[in-house]
Structures are given as C-alpha cells and as structure tokens.
C-alpha cells in the first residue's frame, strides 16, 4: 500500500486499465479493417435527402385524411364492444363510462385529379394532392407519445438507439463538409396547448459515433449556441487553435484507442465550417418576395413552422441529407373543437409550400417527404360532447401518413381502416389486428415504414447495420419489410 500512496485516483485508473484497453484497441483495429457491409448505398436508390415533417402528437386520422361518413351518421352512439374487442386504452379514458362515437371537426372534399379525400382544413395539401400518397393503414404498438416517437425515429421504444437520421448520416455520410449530414428544427403551437416534450434522444445517436447525431438549429437566440467566436479571437487564431487541440485529441487516442476523440475532433473542424456556411443558408432575406410569401406570413417569426420549413429547403439544397422538422401541438384530448383547426393553419400552408418548393426546383423527385405524427385519434369522444372542452385519445390500431417525391407513388393511397376508423382492414374491407410480429401484406407497421424509405434511399434494411454489444443492430429491429406498393 506505502508504494501507493502517491499515485492519484486518476493515474490508477488509467493505468490499470491498459491492459484491457490494449484488447480493446485490437479489437476495434480489426473491425475496422474489415470492409462494412453498411457504408454507401446497396443499390441505386430513388432518394438522395430526406425531410421528416413530425408533427408530435398525434394528428387525428378520422378528421383529416381518413373520412368516415359513418361517425357523422352514428354519433353520440357508444362504440361497439365487436370493435374494440377489449382493446387496450390509455388511462385518460379507460375509466370512461361511454365512448360516444364523434364526428369529423369539419368536412371532407376531394382534391386534384386523383381525387385524394382531405379535411376541408387542409386546402393548402389540397391544392398539391396529385403529389401526395396517403397511406391509411399505418400501425403501431405504442400508446403513449415518447415511446411511440421514439419507436417511429429509432425502432425501440426506450430510448439509447441511433435516430433515423443518424442512420442516413451513417449509411450515406454528407454531401457537404461546411453543413451536418444531420439538422432538426423544433416548433410548438404559440398556445402551448400540450405538454409534450421534443426529447434530444429523438435525433440522438445512441451507440453511433457521436457526430452522426442531428445539430439541433435553435430558434430563439444563437441557432446553434457557441458558434461565435468570443470578442477578440479571430478565424486564423481559432483555426491554430482548433490545430493544437486535434495534435494533442491525437496523442491521446494513440494512448487509449477511443473512436470518440475522433469524433469530438471532427466535431470541432465541422463546427468551425459552420461559422460561415449556416448564417448563409439561414439569410432568409435572400429568398425572393414571392417564395417567402408562399409560406406564409408566419414565415417572418423566428422558430415557427412556416420559417422552418423554408429553412429545410435551404438546408436540402445546399447538401444536408436529412432535415427533420418537430412540431408539438397535435395532442388534443379537450381541445379540438378550438386547437384542430389553428394546427391546421399553422402548419397547412407551409407542408405544401415546400413541396412546391422542392418540385419547382427540381429536387422533389428524389427528395423523400414525409409528413405525420406518432399515432393518430379514437373515432370516439373523450370526454363530454356536449361540453366546451373535449377531444380524442392515443390511437394506434389505425392512423394516416403522408408520403411525397422520392419515388412514391403520386396521387395514390394504400391500405384502409374499417368505417369507424379504429382498425385497419385487408383489401377485402375485413378488419384485421396485425402486429410486428404477425404483419399482414396490406398494412404498414411503423418498422414497415422504416425499410421502405431506406429502400428509397437504396439500403436493404437488413445490412444497414451496427455492431454493438456483441450482436449487430439496424434501425427496424428484427422485423420489417419493404412495402412495395409504396413506391412509383
């Protein structure tokens, strides 16, 4: 014990773990050396960008992509027991006595030459329906909103696995060295109707190396905080000093062999392009009048939908490969008589404005849209129908996404649920009550979703993979197919 004394907490540890990190060291080498099956496209893919317009929440299907003239027809009646069939359902309304079936907020109408039916609260993605598939049999086992999201942008409820895009980054790499792979905006309704929150695990990169992660633009104050340089430090004393640390970031992984000091190392280089390239790819004022016009006027307020989605075109022109957008607001349990129809508006009008965008630019066809929420609503009430203040609960039995460029099929849809709008049903009109682990050819689980748009984007699911913990990992889990209905 004498003869260590003098040795401090941090050398012991450091030391003793020589030995073990000299094995370590190896085994990483070895692995590196040997080709990854992972890296690059399998195929020729029909996608090169993604931009992923989350809508956090849940955007009630049965109001407005789905139409179901039955729930105007029957309304106030109780929702049949050979419906539900014992359906698990959240706390907010398993204690309910009825589950009075609730008609649509507002009409539906068709729209485009395809004729594509849409909530009259939508004539923004009206006016672009020949562009748009709508997919109504989407499932998912997930009740709640942070397990259900992250389901649908990792693949596991709990979180600690790589995000969707930091998937994308690591398949495909960026197109840009000044920009990430990787960016995400968040926005929330101005009334701050719900409580939910935007999770950093939800661009996370779990056990991916850290700068796959998505760089979050914030859009109040710095959009990315310490991009500035401080008072008196100017690029060339930055740059000598950005050189330094990446001298001494390598002396220390020639010690230890950690893949993150690389990482961190080629986070700072990044970060120091990005002091220029993004204040230019965020100078909205140089877009033409008539192009922010087309957004909205809300596209003039710093964090709001309307100007991120601007900002997501800017983003996927100049090479970022996956922009993800999240907008809370959609979690309406006693509000959608009032908040329905101000999401509507909110969001409407810019969705479909980038798509326009994107297509009179042509970057729409090989720029994969997607646009919805985690889940969709019950078709019955919850709460009071006659009171100032209900709503509709979670529900993931049957819900609605849309789906543009990228090489889906245009002014199509997929799939359907049964006329409540509560279970998905086979091309038959029978209902079904499919699962991850027992899918059926004509609905769309959200692993499902998964291998189609890295289909799109020219991966086979099943080897865009990951070793970790002795086993290899990949975004759909061990399920998932390739819904080849989906795509042109």
Same mark, same amino acid.
């Given at each position: 014990?004498?003869?260590?004394?003098?040795?401090?907490?941090?050398?012991?540890?450091?030391?003793?773990?020589?030995?073990?990190?000299?094995?370590?060291?190896?085994?990483?080498?070895?692995?590196?050396?040997?080709?990854?099956?992972?890296?690059?496209?399998?195929?020729?893919?029909?996608?090169?960008?993604?931009?992923?317009?989350?809508?956090?929440?849940?955007?009630?299907?049965?109001?407005?992509?789905?139409?179901?003239?039955?729930?105007?027809?029957?309304?106030?009646?109780?929702?049949?027991?050979?419906? #539900?069939?014992?359906?698990?359902?959240?706390?907010?309304?398993?204690?309910?006595?009825?589950?009075?079936?609730?008609?649509?907020?507002?009409?539906?109408?068709?729209?485009?030459?395809?004729?594509?039916?849409?909530?009259?609260?939508?004539?923004?993605?009206?006016?672009?329906?020949?562009?748009?598939?709508?997919?109504?049999?989407?499932?998912?086992?997930?009740?709640?909103?942070?397990?259900?999201?992250?389901?649908?942008?990792?693949?596991?409820?709990?979180?600690?696995?790589?995000?969707?895009?930091?998937?994308?980054?690591?398949?495909?790499?960026?197109?840009?060295?000044?920009?990430?792979?990787?960016?995400?905006?968040?926005?929330?309704?101005?009334?701050?109707?719900?409580?939910?929150?935007?999770?950093?695990?939800?661009?996370?990169?779990?056990?991916?190396?850290?700068?796959?992660?998505?760089?979050?633009?914030?859009?109040?104050?710095?959009?990315?905080?310490?991009?500035?340089?401080?008072?008196?430090?100017?690029?060339?004393?930055?740059?000598?000093?950005?050189?330094?640390?990446?001298?001494?970031?390598?002396?220390?992984?020639?010690?230890?062999?950690?893949?993150?000091?690389?990482?961190? =190392?080629?986070?700072?280089?990044?970060?120091?392009?990005?002091?220029?390239?993004?204040?230019?790819?965020?100078?909205?004022?140089?877009?033409?009048?008539?192009?922010?016009?087309?957004?909205?006027?809300?596209?003039?307020? #710093?964090?709001?939908?309307?100007?991120?989605?601007?900002?997501?075109?800017?983003?996927?022109?100049?090479?970022?490969?996956?922009?993800?957008?999240?907008?809370?607001?959609?979690?309406?349990?006693?509000?959608?008589?009032?908040?329905?129809?101000?999401?509507?508006?909110? =969001?409407?009008?810019?969705?479909?404005?980038?798509?326009?965008?994107?297509?009179?630019?042509?970057?729409?066809?090989?720029?994969?849209?997607?646009?919805?929420?985690?889940?969709?609503?019950?078709?019955?009430?919850?709460?009071?129908?006659?009171?100032? =203040?209900?709503?509709?609960?979670?529900?993931?039995?049957?819900?609605?996404?849309?789906?543009?460029?990228?090489?889906?099929?245009?002014?199509?849809?997929?799939?359907?649920?049964?006329?409540?709008?509560?279970?998905?049903?086979?091309?038959?009109?029978?209902?079904?009550?499919?699962?991850?682990?027992?899918?059926?050819?004509?609905?769309?689980?959200?692993?499902?979703?998964?291998?189609?748009?890295?289909?799109?984007?020219?991966?086979?699911?099943?080897?865009?993979?990951?070793?970790?913990?002795? #086993?290899?990992?990949?975004? =759909?889990?061990?399920?998932?197919?390739?819904?080849?209905?989906?795509?042109?």
């Amino acid at each position: 014990m004498p003869a260590l004394s003098g040795l401090c907490r941090r050398a012991f540890l450091s030391g003793s773990a020589m030995g073990l990190g000299a094995i370590a060291l190896r085994h990483l080498l070895a692995r590196d050396a040997t080709p990854s099956p992972s890296r690059g496209p399998h195929f020729v893919p029909r996608a090169k960008r993604v931009v992923w317009l989350m809508q956090n929440g849940g955007p009630s299907h049965v109001d407005l992509f789905d139409h179901k003239p039955r729930l105007s027809r029957d309304a106030g009646q109780d929702l049949p027991e050979s419906v #539900r069939r014992g359906q698990r359902l959240t706390t907010m309304t398993a204690g309910q006595q009825r589950f009075p079936l609730l008609p649509a907020h507002r009409p539906f109408a068709r729209f485009g030459d395809c004729g594509h039916e849409l909530s009259t609260l939508l004539p923004q993605l009206g006016g672009v329906a020949d562009r748009l598939l709508i997919v109504r049999s989407m499932h998912t086992e997930a009740i709640n909103h942070a397990p259900a999201v992250t389901l649908l942008l990792s693949g596991a409820q709990q979180p600690g696995r790589p995000s969707f895009g930091a998937w994308v980054s690591y398949g495909l790499g960026s197109s840009n060295e000044d920009l990430p792979a990787f960016v995400v905006l968040t926005s929330r309704d101005r009334e701050n109707s719900c409580g939910q929150l935007l999770y950093d695990h939800y661009w996370g990169s779990g056990f991916l190396p850290s700068q796959l992660q998505g760089t979050k633009l914030h859009g109040q104050g710095d959009p990315v905080p310490y991009l500035s340089d401080p008072p008196g430090v100017d690029r060339a004393t930055r740059a000598a000093s950005l050189r330094d640390l990446a001298a001494l970031n390598g002396l220390r992984h020639a010690v230890v062999g950690d893949p993150e000091i690389d990482a961190r =190392t080629a986070q700072y280089e990044l970060a120091f392009r990005m002091q220029a390239s993004v204040p230019e790819a965020l100078a909205l004022d140089q877009e033409p009048e008539h192009v922010r016009r087309m957004y909205g006027d809300d596209v003039t307020r #710093r964090g709001s939908f309307a100007q991120n989605c601007l900002i997501a075109r800017r983003l996927l022109e100049r090479g970022v490969r996956f922009v993800q957008l999240m907008h809370a607001g959609w979690d309406q349990h006693q509000n959608i008589p009032t908040q329905l129809a101000i999401q509507c508006r909110d =969001t409407d009008q810019p969705s479909a404005a980038l798509v326009r965008d994107l297509a009179q630019r042509g970057l729409l066809d090989d720029t994969l849209v997607i646009w919805g929420g985690e889940f969709g609503r019950t078709p019955f009430c919850q709460g009071d129908p006659k009171a100032k =203040t209900y709503g509709r609960d979670h529900h993931g039995n049957a819900f609605s996404i849309l789906l543009a460029g990228g090489g889906v099929k245009a002014g199509s849809s997929f799939g359907a649920s049964d006329e409540l709008g509560y279970d998905v049903v086979d091309r038959y009109g029978a209902p079904i009550r499919p699962t991850k682990f027992a899918p059926h050819a004509d609905a769309v689980h959200v692993h499902d979703l998964q291998a189609t748009v890295l289909h799109l984007l020219g991966f086979d699911h099943e080897k865009l993979t990951h070793r970790f913990q002795g #086993r290899d990992f990949r975004l =759909t889990d061990v399920h998932g197919r390739v819904v080849h209905e989906l795509i042109a």
